[in-house]
């Protein structure tokens, strides 16, 4: 069991630019999160899904965040147009849907904005 | 999902055991009280998590009230690597008794363990 793997660890890119993180979930684990954690607070939910579907989405998911699992493996984080505020850790986790559905997280993706 | 209410920091000595109190006073009956925890700049790590029973595995102890309003989340020999914060999230269960969807971090309980 490998866990959750995320990709890149840390970027730093200019305001406006885009940019785009990779999760790789536990294999064979059905449902997939992401969250978003900045300094000194807990992580916050962005959005999640079960298999290929996207089944919910936050409000802090605005129309410049698009997330995508287009098999049911891994996922996309792709944030377009950043800005100064979107610098955070990016988190992703993975859970099975049999019982003891516990949520495992990756190592998370560190976005400098600047 | 109901909310939690946990002290914003404690601290322990190495050793000794560490006791983080877990305030769900509006905790539904088919809610699970989960206990993660975050080493600074890693992702959360999953400890426990029940329902009713107390609980045990190789990292800790649950305990949870009778009335399930509040639990206790026990290191029972700290060590200086348990310096994290510990988030108590409580988690809806489907009409099977599975807990699932999303988690609800709130500030959690920085824990300090000293020599």
Redesign the interface.
């Known amino acids: 069991d490998t866990g959750v793997s995320q990709d890149p660890r840390h970027k730093i890119t200019k305001r406006g630019q885009n940019v785009t993180f990779r999760c790789d979930p536990i294999s064979e684990h059905n449902r997939l999160y992401w969250y978003r954690q900045t300094l000194g607070q807990g992580p916050e939910f962005l959005t999640y899904f079960q298999n290929e579907a996207q089944l919910e989405k936050s409000r802090l998911l605005s129309d410049r965040f698009s997330a995508e699992r287009p098999k049911g493996s891994f996922s996309t984080l792709e944030i377009q147009r950043t800005e100064q505020g979107d610098s955070a850790m990016y988190l992703c986790a993975s859970s099975p849907t049999e019982s003891g559905n516990t949520i495992y997280f990756g190592e998370g993706s560190w976005l400098t904005v600047v | 999902d109901a909310k939690t209410t946990q002290p914003t920091s404690m601290d322990c000595a190495e050793g000794r055991a560490a006791n983080l109190p877990c305030n769900h006073s509006t905790i539904s009956g088919n809610e699970y009280v989960y206990w993660?925890r975050q080493i600074h700049?890693?992702?959360?790590?999953?400890i426990i998590?029940g329902l009713k029973n107390n609980e045990t595995n190789e990292m800790a102890s649950l305990i949870i009230t009778e009335d399930r309003k509040s639990s206790t989340l026990i290191l029972p020999h700290a060590t200086l690597r348990d310096t994290a914060?510990y988030?108590c999230i409580v988690r809806v269960a489907n009409a099977?008794?599975?807990?699932?969807g999303?988690?609800?971090?709130?500030?959690?309980t920085i824990l300090t363990v000293h020599p």
């Open positions: 993660y700049s890693q992702g959360p790590q999953y998590h914060v988030y099977g008794g599975t807990s699932y999303k988690l609800t971090f709130g500030q959690g």
